[in-house]
């Protein structure tokens, strides 16, 4: 799935290479998929969207939108897969969600692997669409200070009992993270996925801020994580330091072997000797 640092790594890679480009058609998904989310009928995207050009997009947690103007906004939502630019004379791809074609003869198709929104709106509508709406700051906004980050922590510890995995991934509380790169963050900051958010000092909340900040400028510098490709079909530069491949090596700081265990919906690994 794509998160904050490849949406954003995208969204430059659009304005490098997508932005001025003129539709010259526009067409939804040649294959079935039940978890992608439409807005629009095919007809009606093939409509809306002929003759519009691309705008200078952008990307909030994990949604990016692309103008098509005048007038639209394209939206991706919480998807994963890929989103590729196609050279003038490449093959169009055999399946695909979504498919714009350029009157340059380039194109760009989008396909997803689990689910994930591809929405068309008149532009401003976006803005109300659930989980756009009222998001919270996001880890590359001036908003998302140590102040914001803090006061956000004891708001939260009003309400339901949540872990440090829970804070990073669940119900966008830090939009545009989720479990790829939360296992990152809390490893570098030392502290356990199931650690209790109630159970942090001031000294672990400064500790996890900084590592959120520190992981997320990292993962965009380099491009992206190595696990998934950009709009060029490269993959991103960036290496994880927990994931599958961990379990094979020993842990980085201390030299143990790390362990992977199943929680709050997905696999986490965890070196037990660093993090608490
Ligand atoms: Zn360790």
Same mark, same amino acid.
């Given at each position: 799935?794509?998160?904050?640092?490849?949406? +954003? $790594?995208? $969204?430059?890679?659009?304005?490098?290479?997508?932005?001025?480009?003129?539709?010259?058609?526009?067409? %939804?998904?040649?294959?079935?998929?039940?978890?992608?989310?439409?807005?629009? #009928?095919?007809?009606?995207?093939?409509? &809306?969207?002929?003759?519009?050009?691309?705008?200078?997009?952008? @990307?909030?947690?994990?949604?990016?939108?692309?103008?098509?103007?005048?007038?639209?906004?394209?939206?991706?939502?919480?998807?994963?897969?890929? *989103?590729?630019?196609?050279?003038?004379?490449?093959?169009?791809?055999?399946?695909?969600?979504?498919? &714009?074609?350029?009157?340059?003869?380039?194109?760009?198709? /989008?396909? #997803?692997?689990?689910?994930? @929104?591809?929405?068309?709106?008149?532009?401003?509508?976006?803005?109300?669409?659930?989980?756009?709406?009222?998001?919270?700051?996001?880890?590359?906004?001036?908003?998302?200070?140590?102040?914001?980050?803090? $006061?956000? +922590?004891?708001?939260?510890? /009003?309400?339901?009992? !949540?872990?440090?995995?829970?804070?990073?991934?669940?119900?966008?509380?830090?939009?545009?993270?989720?479990? /790829? *790169? @939360?296992?990152? +963050? %809390?490893? !570098?900051? !030392?502290?356990?996925?199931?650690?209790?958010?109630?159970?942090?000092?001031?000294?672990?909340?400064?500790?996890?801020?900084?590592? +959120? %900040?520190?992981?997320? @400028?990292?993962?965009?510098?380099?491009?992206?994580?190595?696990?998934?490709?950009?709009?060029?079909?490269?993959?991103?530069?960036?290496?994880?330091?927990?994931?599958?491949?961990?379990?094979?090596?020993?842990?980085?700081?201390?030299?143990?072997?790390?362990?992977?265990?199943?929680? &709050?919906?997905?696999?986490?690994?965890?070196?037990?000797?660093?993090?608490?």
């Amino acid at each position: 799935m794509f998160e904050l640092p490849e949406f +954003i $790594t995208l $969204t430059r890679q659009i304005n490098d290479t997508l932005t001025g480009k003129i539709i010259l058609r526009g067409a %939804l998904g040649n294959k079935p998929h039940k978890f992608v989310w439409y807005n629009q #009928t095919p007809a009606e995207f093939e409509r &809306l969207t002929m003759e519009k050009t691309v705008g200078w997009a952008w @990307a909030k947690g994990k949604w990016l939108f692309i103008p098509l103007e005048p007038g639209y906004v394209l939206v991706f939502g919480e998807c994963g897969g890929k *989103i590729l630019y196609h050279l003038p004379g490449d093959k169009t791809p055999d399946t695909y969600h979504l498919y &714009l074609s350029f009157e340059d003869g380039s194109a760009m198709s /989008a396909t #997803t692997q689990m689910w994930g @929104a591809m929405e068309l709106y008149e532009r401003g509508w976006e803005q109300e669409r659930q989980y756009i709406q009222g998001m919270r700051p996001t880890p590359t906004e001036p908003e998302f200070t140590f102040d914001y980050f803090d $006061t956000l +922590i004891d708001t939260l510890l /009003a309400g339901e009992k !949540r872990s440090l995995k829970s804070l990073l991934t669940q119900d966008q509380l830090i939009p545009g993270l989720g479990n /790829a *790169i @939360a296992q990152d +963050i %809390l490893f !570098r900051a !030392r502290l356990h996925p199931r650690h209790p958010l109630a159970d942090m000092d001031g000294a672990q909340r400064r500790e996890l801020y900084d590592s +959120i %900040l520190r992981t997320v @400028a990292e993962v965009i510098e380099k491009g992206g994580r190595y696990d998934e490709v950009d709009l060029y079909n490269q993959p991103g530069g960036y290496v994880r330091l927990m994931d599958k491949q961990a379990l094979d090596r020993p842990c980085p700081v201390c030299g143990g072997a790390i362990v992977k265990m199943q929680y &709050l919906g997905g696999s986490c690994y965890v070196c037990p000797n660093c993090q608490h």
